[in-house]
């Protein structure tokens, strides 16, 4: 039996801000730990990846980072803005995705479930394996429990 974590409950009714790359999530308990990571200390290139699923929210820039020479591992960073308080965190889907490459819907990325790396307090998480599975950049800033859109890298 697969094992399903639901680091986030996502409410069915997210409320999408402008262009809908932030989705707000409803806060919750978080109990993941560094276990559900897929790399600890990935060292390589890391870009960002936009089309939404890295966001600005009130004076931060979030990114969702995929590894570009072994094209492997997604991670998430403040990059901008972190202040203390802020937590982030990347999750994974468990829905594989080989023959695709772009922003996947919420639906899609978590039919099968999805792990949370994280959450952290510095400004980068570690990462998780990307091959053929949706990630996306979660954060909690403010308060406030926002993540960018799920991407197959």
Wanted: hydrophobic share 40%; net charge positive.
């Amino acid at each position: 039996m697969k094992k399903h974590r639901m680091g986030r409950v996502v409410a069915a009714s997210a409320v999408l801000v402008s262009s809908g790359a932030i989705a707000f999530v409803p806060a919750s308990a978080a109990s993941a730990t560094e276990a559900d990571c897929d790399g600890i200390g990935v060292i390589g290139v890391f870009k960002a990846v936009e089309s939404g699923a890295s966001f600005n929210y009130n004076g931060r820039r979030v990114e969702l980072q995929n590894e570009s020479a072994l094209d492997r591992y997604s991670r998430a960073e403040i990059k901008s803005g972190r202040k203390a308080g802020d937590r982030l965190w990347v999750d994974r889907s468990f829905h594989a995705f080989p023959d695709f490459k772009g922003i996947v819907s919420d639906q899609s990325a978590k039919s099968d479930g999805w792990k949370m790396c994280g959450p952290y307090t510095g400004s980068r998480t570690q990462s998780v394996f990307n091959a053929n599975y949706a990630a996306r950049a979660c954060a909690e800033i403010d308060g406030t429990t926002l993540c960018g859109k799920w991407y197959v890298d």
